[in-house]
């Protein structure tokens, strides 16, 4: 069975300071690598894709990614209450294989 | 926006009745999927589907069916609905240019609730 692990959280951190997302998945076979954000009673929306090992730059969010590991993580810098949701990792193989996803780690930023 | 629209937005019914939930898409995409999102369970795919009339199960697939006659809709039927299927619908399209990449968006939902 593919697994895609997160913490629960809630995750707790001060406005302006750095949010430190992890993601752990157990196939091997994994190539494309998702985060989605998703603000309560709302759909789930893609904000970063990673299919490298290494780090992706956008904006504020950074998506680092160590296949050996088996590791994704979710950067945010310079923390906003708006950036409080529930961030979903999701993890892709290949072909018409559907994309796995954990069950989400809860973000709080404290204003 | 995806371009994809879900219908009803909200519905409520009674347990044994039969409901179609419906997603429309408006850019021609080949894959389509159905979600339920539950608290302490997060996502989890139903059904999806890889072209008009091609369909596969996902985790949670017992109860329901799904039918894909034309490429922009996508309906999701409880055959006969259950209290344990009140949760929040989620269709999503796969967008991408090439079969190596899978990047999924998702509709507006559908929160049903079984009475």
């Known amino acids: 069975q593919k697994e895609v692990e997160q913490n629960s959280g809630p995750l707790s951190v001060p406005e302006g300071a750095i949010a430190s997302l992890n993601c752990t998945y157990s196939?091997?076979?994994?190539?494309?690598f998702f985060w989605y954000r998703q603000y309560s009673g709302k759909s789930p929306e893609l904000i970063m894709f990673?299919?490298?090992?290494g780090d992706k730059e956008d904006g504020r969010f950074t998506a680092q990614l160590n296949k050996a590991s088996q590791y994704v993580s979710l950067l945010i810098r310079d923390s906003q209450p708006s950036d409080s949701a529930t961030y979903l990792c999701a993890v892709w193989n290949s072909g018409n294989t559907p994309l796995v996803f954990g069950k989400g780690t809860r973000l709080s930023v404290i204003a | 926006d995806a371009g994809i629209t879900q219908s009803p937005r909200h519905k409520v019914t009674e347990t044994g009745t039969p409901v179609t939930l419906r997603c429309h898409q408006t850019e021609n995409h080949r894959y389509m999927y159905w979600y339920r999102q539950d608290p302490g369970h997060g996502l989890r795919l139903i059904h999806y589907?890889?072209?008009?009339?091609?369909?596969d199960k996902g985790e949670v697939s017992d109860g329901y069916s799904v039918s894909r006659s034309k490429t922009e809709d996508f309906l999701l039927t409880l055959e006969s609905a259950t209290s344990s299927q009140t949760s929040v619908y989620f269709c999503?399209?796969?967008?991408?240019?090439?079969?190596?990449?899978?990047?999924?968006?998702f509709g507006p939902g559908t929160r049903l609730t079984v009475l």
């Open positions: 196939d091997r076979g994994s190539q494309s």
């Open positions: 999503a399209i796969r967008r991408a240019a090439t079969d190596s990449y899978n990047e999924q968006f």
């Open positions: 990673i299919y490298s090992n």
């Open positions: 589907s890889y072209g008009v009339k091609d369909t």
